[in-house]
């Protein structure tokens, strides 16, 4: 539809909002943008205006997260999903007018203030910026060692184990006198926090936020990074934006262009299409330092989580279990990455049928998750195979050679557990990155994405042997059945 049909339906709802009603609306539009771009190569501005004024239009928060959830988790999720240069340039589009359309709401005063303090004035001033930032991100810099790098967190746990991981590693070797700030997430302490040479300034970005709340973010980092400046000096500190959240994937500015360094992890045609994030991570800091050099993702675990892991590991054994099996049917919150059916504890009882073979099941986060992992342990329980269910701080005497532990456990506690694990099993998450920089064979389930090199960006990088099982959920029928998921899993392990 064109917008003044949306433009109508909207005005009708704004005064007078249905919740159910809202949301096919926001939907539709987001979907409509989506049409006119992929399709018919047309940008129009009053679809992202019309998610805009629905995400900012109401004194509720709840009704404001709805436009807010369509604009970020339809049009902003396409457009970086494809890792490609055209979609890059569209998101950077797009965000310059939100940006553009709240720097002019009231409680985008703020937001409107420090993008006045870096000269951006326009949507246009914008736009350029960030265009010719990633135009010149793979530039060789011939930096003075600074004092002090800033590194923004990519937010989400996976990421930042395979893509920040790889650039501390680098940033050491190159500037081995420099302290390394990390700006993210409280739990990144759990992945990160024993590296002597890392300190973590914590900052919280709301995914589920609204629109404004993801804002706030940015204006925290710069905080942040000033108040860094102020014990290293502006000469003495660098920031490095590997495609971040936290800056809206580099549209919004954090220091002065020639202290800044962005790793254009989505819009380069020219990286090559088979790598990894973390080969890609590896090759842009060879293009900017100069220098040819490899380092796998890696996690700093707590050492009382190791040898809490370690004990259940060796208790187990002892009871002679020959093989410990993470598994992990978390996605994130993207249901579209999940298998339907049975095959989750179809796949359970399969890997069982190995003699002495004891499943570690992560029961995840949320009601969900814990829901979905219960259900597994159920099926197990019905066909007689032994199952306990712990907490990792408290987890007993478990002495079974065969069977299933369903765990709750942090992400730094499941880490540990993986630690001690001969392979992981799962789908596309966290952990698979965490199994993979910790060194154990990994095998993960790609499901919800039909793009190949989505898949291949994120496919787990590390020293083990690391599988990738792809599963074509969108055809319609679907084109796969789960005995014959079961077995290319099972296969990919004997390889």
């Excluded at 996976?158 to 700006?183: K, N």
């Excluded at 500015?253 to 254009?264: G, R, T």
Aim: aromatic letters at 8%; proline letters at 5%; glycine letters at 6%.
């Amino acid at each position: 539809m064109k917008p003044s049909f949306y433009e109508q339906k909207w005005h009708g709802l704004r005064n007078q909002p249905d919740r159910k009603d809202l949301d096919r609306l926001a939907r539709q539009i987001a979907l409509s943008f989506l049409d006119r771009y992929f399709y018919n190569d047309c940008h129009e501005d009053d679809y992202i205006r019309l998610l805009c004024e629905i995400a900012t239009g109401f004194e509720d928060d709840d009704l404001n997260r709805i436009g807010s959830s369509a604009l970020f988790g339809i049009v902003i999720e396409a457009l970086c999903d494809d890792f490609e240069e055209l979609q890059t340039e569209a998101y950077n589009r797009v965000m310059s007018q939100v940006l553009s359309f709240c720097r002019e709401t009231p409680p985008g005063k703020d937001l409107d203030r420090e993008l006045r303090r870096f000269s951006l004035h326009s949507r246009e001033d914008i736009f350029n910026r960030i265009e010719n930032i990633r135009a010149a991100s793979d530039t060789a810099r011939d930096m003075k060692p600074p004092d002090k790098v800033v590194i923004l967190s990519r937010v989400t746990i996976g990421a930042d184990v395979a893509v920040t991981s790889v650039l501390v590693q680098r940033i050491r070797r190159r500037f081995p006198g420099a302290e390394i700030v990390i700006i993210g997430s409280p739990r990144i302490h759990e992945i990160f926090g024993t590296n002597p040479r890392i300190r973590i300034r914590e900052v919280r970005y709301h995914r589920r936020g609204n629109m404004i709340e993801r804002f706030r973010s940015w204006l925290a980092v710069l905080k942040i990074i000033r108040d860094e400046m102020t014990t290293s000096g502006s000469e003495d500190l660098v920031v490095v934006d590997p495609d971040s959240r936290l800056s809206q994937l580099g549209v919004l500015p954090c220091i002065a262009p020639e202290k800044y360094l962005f790793f254009n992890s989505r819009g380069r045609d020219s990286y090559p299409k088979n790598m990894s994030i973390a080969e890609l991570a590896n090759l842009w800091m060879d293009n900017v330092f100069g220098e040819s050099d490899f380092c796998y993702p890696r996690v700093w675990l707590q050492p009382s989580l190791v040898a809490q892991a370690s004990r259940l590991s060796r208790a187990l054994r002892t009871a002679g279990c020959r093989k410990m099996i993470a598994v992990n049917f978390g996605v994130g919150g993207n249901s579209r990455k999940r298998l339907p059916g049975d095959f989750e504890e179809n796949l359970v009882q399969r890997l069982l049928e190995d003699p002495e073979t004891v499943i570690i099941l992560d029961r995840g986060v949320g009601d969900e998750e814990l829901a979905r992992s219960g259900a597994v342990m159920k099926a197990m329980e019905r066909s007689g195979i032994p199952v306990e269910y712990v907490k990792f701080e408290s987890p007993g005497e478990i002495r079974i050679p065969r069977g299933v532990i369903g765990v709750e456990s942090t992400i730094g506690e499941i880490a540990a557990i993986i630690a001690q694990c001969d392979e992981f099993i799962g789908y596309d998450s966290a952990c698979q990155h965490i199994a993979a920089a910790l060194g154990v064979p990994t095998c993960t389930v790609f499901a919800g994405s039909n793009n190949v090199r989505f898949v291949r960006r994120w496919s787990a990088c590390g020293p083990a042997k690391s599988e990738i099982v792809h599963v074509d959920t969108l055809t319609h029928p679907p084109m796969f059945d789960t005995e014959d998921i079961i077995m290319r899993i099972i296969d990919s392990r004997t390889v």
